[in-house]
């Protein structure tokens, strides 16, 4: 199995991105899949994470209501709409996959079972 990202870039604060994650390389469909981002320096943080059934969503507090994770049932695309942005979302976007975990246990368990993609950038600058 792959994890691809896309869809990073730069813009104003106050502007939007469409983040896109794509597992491929695998027949399986029960897949739990999140968004993390992470800063040098810092320790990756969860952002918004699903179920392998949907469709409970896991957000953290930095960006509820301003992020919509979205994806169609059993599918291995997912998207992260991103709002408002601001300085402090400027991070490196990661992508991961698990098989069959709930929203939450996706978000809060660096499991060695985990499938990464390499990041996208995204970065908020004046």
């Known amino acids: 199995v792959q994890v691809e990202e896309s869809g990073g870039g730069s813009v104003q604060p106050g502007g939007s991105l469409r983040l896109t994650c794509v597992a491929s390389?695998?027949?399986?469909?029960?897949?739990?899949m999140g968004w993390f981002r992470q800063v040098p320096g810092k320790e990756r943080e969860a952002v918004a994470c699903i179920g392998w059934s949907g469709p409970d969503i896991y957000y953290s507090e930095s960006v509820k209501g301003r992020f919509t994770l979205s994806r169609e049932p059993w599918s291995k695309v997912m998207f992260l709409q991103m709002d408002a942005l601001n300085p402090e979302d400027t991070a490196m976007y990661y992508c991961a996959i698990r098989r069959g975990v709930r929203h939450t246990t996706m978000c809060s368990e660096n499991d060695r079972s985990m499938v990464w993609g390499s990041g996208t950038q995204v970065s908020i600058f004046s």
């Open positions: 390389e695998t027949t399986q469909d029960d897949y739990a």
